[in-house]
């Protein structure tokens, strides 16, 4: 049985810093891109950052400088560590898996960032 279980959301003052972390389970971690999406209120679900099985990294040019995203693969991890956070990026947060064949979601943690 697949699992993604998001942990760390919250809330934070704007300027502030929070770490998500996800577990995974239920299928081959080390063959997967790992990805972080989110989705604000109103708003469609967009990409944050994600990590390809060789460590490749990707951003949203929104997060760029701000956000990293990183994975180990002896503990079926993935974490993203959100620094500098701004009003905007309050959302859902979800950890997905992603291969060629098939996409894995958790069930999200909610970020909320005041000002």
């Known amino acids: 049985q697949v699992q993604l279980v998001e942990s760390g959301g919250g809330l934070v003052q704007s300027g502030g810093s929070l770490r998500l972390s996800c577990a995974a389970s239920g299928f081959n971690f080390r063959l997967y891109k790992m990805a972080w999406y989110r989705q604000a209120p109103g708003k469609q679900r967009e990409l944050v950052a994600s990590?390809?099985?060789?460590?490749?990294?990707d951003y949203a040019d929104s997060v760029q400088g701000r956000f990293t995203i990183s994975r180990d693969s002896a503990k079926n991890t993935v974490s993203l560590q959100m620094n500098s956070l701004k009003p905007e990026d309050t959302a859902v947060y979800y950890c997905v898996a992603l291969s060629r064949t098939e996409n894995y979601w958790g069930p999200g943690t909610q970020v909320t960032v005041s000002s």
């Open positions: 990590i390809s099985d060789t460590g490749y990294l």
